[in-house]
């Protein structure tokens, strides 16, 4: 299947028990570069895609994101994974770029940019140039914990001399990895592999340059997942700027699958 296309209709002293720190691994001056990937079960250009996103899961440099969506279910097989969460946040996109439409596979990168996501070398160029350039930028420390059953969120004031941010604070909570095979439609008689399948996403607040701190439950018990990524981003879908991604500690603190 080509790459489709529809139109887009559109007190404070918090005891964490840090399970490492948020970026871990990251050159100094910087957060790891956000990939999110709109990809569907229904969509033969996908599974390139999302063999691209679970390669990069494994770099400490990037943050890489599944989003499953919805509009291709209409093709004959119905994806296992998807939302309309997923979907509306393409959509949303969609209007913040001044796109006429939405397609899969995309890669949005740090919010800022999309590309074709089974486009190996475009997606790798534009990780490479968006790396570059944050690391040059000042840094705002986002750090993740685990406490009484809570993931704690702790956002660091913004640096002093700036005009003040306004970021939306999301939180998601993610499937590391999964596997489908799939028995109808395009991808007919095909395993496909999936990396940080988001399960679930929510706007947890706004930051407005003040240091704050803020906790979500690990588990709403709606969907299985094992890990939890906070990404603040400036007017809901603009540029990102902080992300961090924890593991949850253990199998039994996540909720049980659909």
């Not at 160029?125 to 840094?139: F, G, K, L, V, Y």
């Not at 939306?168 to 496909?192: C, D, F, P, Y």
């Not at 929510?202 to 709606?222: C, F, L, N, Y």
Request: charged content about 20%.
């Amino acid at each position: 299947m080509r790459t489709r296309t529809v139109l887009a209709g559109v007190g404070l002293a918090l005891a964490l028990v840090l399970m490492g720190h948020a970026n871990a691994g990251q050159p100094q001056g910087s957060h790891p570069v956000v990939i999110e990937l709109f990809t569907s079960q229904g969509c033969s250009d996908c599974p390139a895609a999302d063999r691209i996103v679970a390669e990069l899961a494994s770099r400490k440099d990037v943050l890489a994101l599944s989003f499953p969506i919805t509009y291709w279910d209409m093709l004959g097989w119905k994806d296992t994974f998807a939302t309309e969460a997923n979907t509306y946040r393409q959509k949303s996109y969609a209007k913040t770029m001044n796109r006429s439409g939405i397609y899969t596979p995309q890669i949005v990168i740090d919010g800022k940019i999309d590309v074709v996501g089974n486009q190996r070398d475009r997606v790798m160029s534009a990780i490479s140039n968006r790396s570059t350039q944050i690391a040059t930028e000042q840094p705002i420390n986002l750090a993740l914990g685990i406490a009484s059953g809570r993931v704690e969120i702790a956002i660091p004031a913004a640096a002093r001399g700036k005009d003040k941010p306004l970021a939306t604070i999301w939180v998601m909570r993610t499937l590391s990895h999964a596997t489908v095979n799939v028995q109808q439609g395009e991808n007919k008689n095909h395993q496909l592999v999936y990396a940080n399948l988001v399960r679930e996403l929510h706007r947890a607040g706004e930051w407005t340059g003040e240091a704050m701190k803020i906790d979500v439950p690990i588990t709403t018990g709606k969907s299985k997942h094992d890990g939890v990524a906070v990404l603040l981003q400036s007017h809901d879908y603009g540029e990102v700027i902080a992300a961090a991604m924890i593991k949850l500690p253990t199998a039994d603190q996540v909720a049980a699958p659909h």
